[in-house]
């Protein structure tokens, strides 16, 4: 059995919270986000300032009125990760997880628009029964296609919640990429070269090398969704 806390001050880095205030913090359960990319759905609220504990986050979930990518969550520990959409619909409230500039997971405000689509990046793909194929996703989903032009690192702007393919964001150069990994977790920028594992990006006036697995595409010129 898992345990239901986790002392603040072991919590990863991604996670923005007061260490010393008070000693634990809910653990998440396992899900389809890392432990790194992903907070328990109770914080979140309290973070919004819809909820000051956990007896009354789990009242708001009661209550029927929490989405995460359209659909209904009922448990406090339930994971929200990166690039998840949060809807709070007695208040009106439309949310997505991103990175702040210092790579630290936070929950930005949206247009309730925008609840209705994610971005997810392509981990991994293999092909199944009836020559199709399964695309194995960084939130943990798997999709199955017919599109064979996707590969491994392209994005996908997913439909919610029926996770139906709108657009394929290709890992190609001038792409536009968010680093979710490295020194510059959190940086966005425009792929120059691709060099094997080695990636050139220019972010600004700046440019540097990061590695293949910690960009994630989100755009061709600029991000396709709402991210900062």
Sequence with gaps: MSKQHIKRLTVPKTWV????????????????HSFKFSVPVS???????????????????????????GRRVKDVKFPVGLMDTVNIKDVAGFFRMVLDVKGRLKILPIKES????????????????????????FDGKNILTDKKDIKTSDSLMLKLPSLGIEDVLKFEKNAFVLLIGGRHMGVFGSIEGIDDKKIKIKSDTKTFLAEKRFCFVVGKDKEVVQLK
């Design 17 to 32: 919270l007061l260490r010393k205030e008070h000693k634990f913090v809910t653990r998440p359960n396992p899900g389809p």
């Design 43 to 69: 914080l979140v609220l309290k973070e919004l300032g819809y909820a000051s504990s956990t007896k009354e986050a789990r009242k708001i979930l009661n209550s029927k009125s929490l989405l995460v990518d």
């Design 114 to 137: 925008e609840t209705s689509v994610k971005l997810s990046r392509v981990n991994n793909k293999k092909i199944v029964s009836k020559n199709r194929i399964q695309l194995n996703l």
